[in-house]
């Protein structure tokens, strides 16, 4: 259909702001791949915007998480749901991808499949960006059998995925964790990624050859543009990206920072500012509430984040993607978690992994320091981050899981390619975690269509 329309539609929606990242990068890779010009629509945020997607409506409207947090807003969730499903249809896309926020994404593929089921059409194929955390949740795995009647494939970020995916009659493929392409972007330039093995990539630049996955951030550079003093010390804070969260969680970190400021003689705290203009506001009208001198990162910034991450000591974060961040950066941090009463029973009630945090998951040990709900205190929090200030072993064991982390973030050549792709032998630009999905979905909708 796409080589009979001379394009390729694609529906894409992203629903937070590590999704719009993801979006974003998926969008550039399918234009470099496709054959044919590549038009987008649905909804998306700042990073999505610069590919060329005109949002439906600001990503903030539905970026939710919870049960009993999205009741206030489950009328504009509804509206905005029926918005986006009109808007799918009108623009006859010949592939539908949503990216994460499986509430909204999992409602939106499940009424388009029934209303091109109505109107006797052939849907397109849908396909999911980040699996559900099945394998968190007690009964999750048995949840993905009713997957498949509304999403046709799952590009998988974590290693274990793929394969209790395709056990569940799920077609699914392990592409990588996006957020290793921070590393991409922000190391080297002119930058190649070759797939000698691709546990252990390789980036080469110009007269220069870095080994592994690490962000080289520049330190020196963030504290003369910041006039931070050179004794100072510099803590980061990562409230989340959700308004609901940070409206939560940043007066906790505020008063955390309250009980350390008597630690050190000069105390620094760097917050950084999701690309959501509720939370940008948020934070703006609350930061002078603040005890210590504050420098706000604004988003949408992947290096001035990794320079002023590179410049801390230490970090706290709300749990979510940043903790992989801070693998990538080599900074010891601990995570942090509230949510509304109901939701955080209901997580100890039906979660059956003793860890938030995905490097804890990973690595099944608590190396990163969580503290969650009712544990989640200024004080608990400010004992933490000065334990880890302190002791240059719990540093160095954070620092050297890091390592251990990422490599099992990376997809192995086997996982990459099913044996009829790998006949097609698809020589791609280069194997990134955004390239992978795109060929994946390319692929499908040339078969989708043959």
Not at 401 to 407: F, G, Q
């Amino acid at each position: 259909m796409a080589a009979k329309d001379g394009e390729l539609r694609v529906f894409v929606v992203a629903g937070e702001v590590s999704g719009d990242t993801i979006g974003s990068r998926l969008m550039a890779s399918l234009r470099k791949l496709s054959p044919f010009p590549v038009h987008f629509a649905g909804v998306g945020g700042y990073m999505m915007s610069k590919q060329g997607l005109i949002s439906l409506f600001p990503l903030e409207d539905i970026a939710v998480m919870g049960i009993w947090e999205l009741l206030p807003h489950l009328n504009k969730f509804r509206v905005k749901l029926k918005e986006t499903t009109e808007a799918a249809l009108l623009f006859k896309p010949h592939v539908v991808v949503t990216v994460d926020s499986k509430g909204f994404s999992f409602r939106l593929l499940k009424q388009l499949r029934a209303k091109y089921s109505q109107q006797g059409f052939v849907s397109p194929p849908h396909f999911h960006y980040v699996a559900p955390s099945f394998w968190a949740w007690k009964g999750g795995e048995a949840r993905l059998k009713g997957l498949c009647e509304f999403v046709d494939h799952v590009l998988c970020i974590l290693p274990f995925e793929g394969e209790v995916c395709r056990l569940n009659g799920l077609a699914a493929t392990f592409v990588g964790h996006p957020i290793l392409e921070d590393v991409l972007e922000l190391n080297l330039v002119p930058l190649h990624l070759h797939v000698m093995t691709l546990h252990r990539y390789e980036l080469i630049g110009k007269d220069n050859v870095e080994k592994g996955w690490k962000v080289q951030g520049h330190s020196e550079k963030f504290r003369n543009q910041y006039r931070v003093p050179s004794g100072a010390r510099v803590i980061t804070l990562l409230p989340g990206s959700r308004l609901q969260e940070v409206t939560r969680m940043l007066p906790i970190f505020l008063k955390t920072m309250e009980l350390l400021k008597d630690y050190f003689s000069e105390l620094i705290t760097v917050i950084h500012v999701a690309s959501n203009k509720h939370v940008a506001d948020y934070i703006n009208r609350v930061v002078h509430k603040c005890p210590v001198p504050v420098i706000l990162i604004p988003g949408g910034s992947p290096q001035m984040k990794y320079d002023a991450l590179s410049a801390s000591s230490v970090a706290l974060c709300t749990s979510g993607t940043v903790s992989v961040e801070m693998q990538l950066a080599r900074l010891p941090c601990v995570v942090a978690y509230r949510a509304h009463f109901l939701t955080e029973w209901l997580i100890r009630y039906k979660a059956k992994v003793p860890y938030i945090s995905l490097p804890n998951i990973l690595l099944d040990s608590f190396v990163i320091p969580e503290a969650l709900f009712q544990a989640c205190t200024p004080s608990r929090l400010s004992s933490l981050l000065l334990e880890l200030i302190q002791n240059e072993a719990l540093r160095e064991e954070q620092i050297g899981a890091a390592e251990k982390v990422i490599e099992l973030l990376c997809p192995s050549e086997g996982t990459i390619f099913n044996p009829t792709q790998r006949e097609s032998k698809p020589m791609l630009p280069d194997y990134t975690p955004s390239m992978i999905a795109a060929f994946t979905i390319l692929y499908s909708v040339k078969t989708h269509v043959t």
